[in-house]
């Protein structure tokens, strides 16, 4: 395999994961620990035997590969020197993270559809709630999402959006140590604060560190050059993965014990 072919491989290989299979299953297990009993109950009824939401957390990746239809719901193309979501101009048809979160949402809520619909739209629901609080599913810089800038990351050729998928996270502590840490930010006072606002403003709150953080981080290189990041990008990225991954957590938790008691 030429080196061509294996650099567009790794460009484009990763362009399905979202936070990575970690980075869901951080998200969804933040969640888990903060369900109600009720909700717990009726997750229980609409998965399968032997199913949890934390190994399902990346399926809705999964099903991409055919059901292509479902790749423009897992982000929102806000253009970066925007102030902000506009639903007209960034979902107009309706095709977008924000719009297909409110769809699941509604899904999951209502009793009256078939066991395998809500199963559905509940596991699209974990995993798209979870991309919206990656930084780079919210922002645009003419770009996709940071997909089409060639960087070098930590000797590795990449792109930022990749990075912010993955390459972040795989950079730092292994996931249980991660998820402790995580939950352990969630005090009662960021509970209560996390829990507020609409879905449009979660993905605002997404677009700024995508233009604070992620895309402020890039460096400027001349001609051909590729930018090359290593621990300083890596340093500066960290705790805004982890507040979002734990954001996304709380949030997740309380869409999923909306209705119960």
């Known amino acids: 395999m030429s080196r061509t072919v294996v650099l567009a491989w790794i460009l484009s290989a990763r362009l399905l994961l979202g936070w990575g299979v970690e980075g869901h299953r951080l998200a969804v297990r933040i969640a888990g620990g903060m369900l109600s009993p009720a909700a717990r109950l009726e997750i229980g009824r ?10 399902l957390a990346s399926w809705a990746d999964d099903v991409r590969t055919y059901r292509k239809e479902t790749d423009p719901w897992h982000y929102v193309d806000i253009p970066l020197d925007s102030t902000g979501f506009d639903r007209k101009r960034d979902c107009p048809r309706g095709e977008c993270i924000v719009a297909k979160i409110a769809e699941f949402r509604s899904q999951w809520r209502n009793p009256a559809l078939s066991d395998s619909k809500r199963r559905e739209a509940l596991l699209f629901l974990i995993h798209l709630v979870g ?9 645009n810089n003419h770009d996709k999402g940071g997909n089409d800038v060639h960087v070098v990351f930590f000797h590795r050729p990449t792109n930022p959006h990749a990075i912010w998928d993955y390459g972040i996270l795989d950079h730092m502590p292994p996931e249980d140590q991660l998820f402790t840490a995580m939950r352990a930010m969630i ?8 829990s507020r606002g609409t879905v449009e403003d979660w993905a605002n709150e997404s677009f700024h560190v995508a233009g604070s953080v992620a895309y402020a981080g890039l460096p400027q290189v001349s001609g051909s050059q590729p930018m090359r990041l290593g621990e300083a990008y890596q340093l500066a990225a960290e705790p805004a993965v982890r507040e979002q991954i734990a954001k996304a957590g709380v949030r997740l938790a309380m869409i999923l014990n909306e209705g119960t008691r």
């Open 46 to 55: 609409t998965l399968g035997p032997g199913e949890s939401l934390a190994a």
């Open 131 to 139: 991309d919206l609080h990656q930084p780079l599913h919210c922002a």
């Open 187 to 194: 005090t009662s006072q960021r509970e209560a604060q996390w």
